[in-house]
């Protein structure tokens, strides 16, 4: 008996030797069989208001305060090249 992959492999083999037509067909006749319901669809994530609550409304200048660690991680990853 055929394992599973195998069988993947072949129809893959046969699809891609169908004309345009033929995948078309193809297709609508796998939309018929496995309709996808509007409840199947990927449920996008929201990512608004994630960091509401977590300390950054105390901070004034955020723009200002995130330029200042990636100054300080730069400068503290050029003291650490230089040790090398």
Do not use: Y
Not at 64 to 72: D, F, L, T, V
Request: overall charge positive; hydrophobic content about 40%; glycine content about 4%.
């Amino acid at each position: 008996m055929e394992s599973i992959a195998t069988k993947k492999i072949e129809l893959i083999e046969k699809i891609l030797k169908l004309s345009d037509d033929e995948v078309l067909a193809v297709d609508m006749l796998l939309n018929k069989l496995f309709p996808v319901s509007r409840g199947s669809k990927k449920h996008s994530k929201k990512l608004q208001g994630i960091w509401a609550n977590k300390g950054f409304e105390k901070i004034e200048d955020l723009e200002a305060e995130i330029a200042s660690i990636r100054k300080e991680l730069g400068d503290s990853i050029l003291k650490k090249e230089t040790k090398v």
